[in-house]
T-cell receptor, first 115, second 115 residues
Framework: DVKVTQSSRYLVKRTGEKVFLECVQD?????MFWYRQDPGLGLRLIYFSYDVKMKEKGDIPEGYSVSREKKERFSLILESASTNQTSMYLCASSLRAARGNYGYTFGSGTRLTVV | AQSVTQLDSHVSVSEGTPVLLRCNYSSSYSPSLFWYVQHPNKGLQLLLK??????LVKGINGFEAEFKKSETSFHLTKPSAHMSDAAEYFCVVSFPSGSARQLTFGSGTQLTVLP
């Protein structure tokens, strides 16, 4: 069964800490995405990557950065965690658009609490 | 620009009665449309997708959706609700092919199923 795996299910971090959220997919997908999900706001795109070492900002990139050194791994970095970054974070992957629109495969999410 | 509106933030039905979750979209192009479901503390799972083939699309767990271009709608239905259908549902529209930033999410509809 194909998978997108997020390394942590729950995380609690302190304000000001540097936080790493890891995501790995085993489907050889070109595209990978990081979303945050908040009640009443749906999913909002933070960053995405369409190839190794390539990245583009989504709708809410402030306070975040990303790293994609290998095709299967896409990391989200909170440079200095703040309480307003408390949220559910979802990773997703997909085939390149030109190869057909099959939708995304999502990980199970990481619920981050910043105290 | 692409956008998607889920008309109800909460829907409550009794077990065994029909389910209707409403979605309208705006797109300058012929869209691809998706419905995803998210059970509590889980990632998003693809229910069904429309990609310009048959306008009535059948998905998993007895759900289906009808693409109506004249109404710019893609409502999700199920003839008989089951307790296990209680979840949050997201309607999603796709950007045109060639863009890695493929999907725009609605804000979600929380479905409650009463015994």
């Amino acid at each position: 069964d194909v998978k997108v795996t997020q390394s942590s299910r729950y995380l609690v971090k302190r304000t000001g800490e540097k936080v790493f959220l890891e995501c790995v997919q085993d489907m050889d997908h070109e595209n990978m995405f990081w979303y945050r999900q908040d009640p009443g706001l749906g999913l909002r795109l933070i960053y995405f990557s369409y190839d190794v070492k390539m990245k583009e900002k989504g709708d809410i990139p402030e306070g975040y950065s990303v790293s994609r050194e290998k095709k299967e791994r896409f990391s989200l970095i909170l440079e200095s965690a703040s309480t307003n970054q408390t949220s559910m974070y979802l990773c997703a992957s997909s085939l390149r658009a030109a190869r057909g629109n099959y939708g995304y495969t999502f990980g199970s999410g990481t619920r981050l609490t910043v105290v | 620009a692409q956008s998607v509106t889920q008309l109800d933030s909460h829907v409550s039905v009794s077990e065994g009665t029909p389910v209707l979750l409403r979605c309208n979209y705006s797109s300058s192009y012929s869209p691809s449309l998706f419905w995803y479901v998210q059970h509590p503390n889980k990632g998003l799972q693809l229910l069904l997708k429309y990609t310009s083939a048959a306008t009535l699309v059948k998905g998993i767990n007895g759900f289906e959706a009808e693409f109506k271009k004249s109404e710019t709608s893609f409502h999700l239905t199920k003839p008989s609700a089951h307790m296990s259908d209680a979840a949050e549902y997201f309607c999603v529209v796709s950007f045109p092919s060639g863009s890695a930033r493929q999907l725009t999410f609605g804000s979600g509809t929380q479905l409650t199923v009463l015994p």
